[in-house]
């Protein structure tokens, strides 16, 4: 009875771990959790950069000594 107890719980939870291949949909789904983040991260650190050389460019220019982020 125990030993049946065991079987039925063991399969109960390794139910989940495999229900078959993914469908398409679902692949895309996936994949898109796992990388849009990282590459609206990247869109987001491209458009700052630009923003700041435009910045920099219509600047007057400074006293590299009196502007303390020039070093970083």
Do not use: C, K, W, Y
């Amino acid at each position: 009875m125990t030993g049946q107890l065991l079987g039925l719980l063991a399969s109960v939870h390794l139910g989940p771990l495999h229900l078959g291949p993914l469908h398409p949909v679902e692949q895309a789904i996936t994949i898109a959790l796992a990388f849009g983040p990282f590459l609206l991260l990247g869109v987001a650190i491209m458009i700052r950069r630009r923003q700041d050389r435009r910045l920099e460019e219509n600047a007057e220019p400074s006293d590299p000594q009196r502007d303390p982020q020039r070093d970083r």
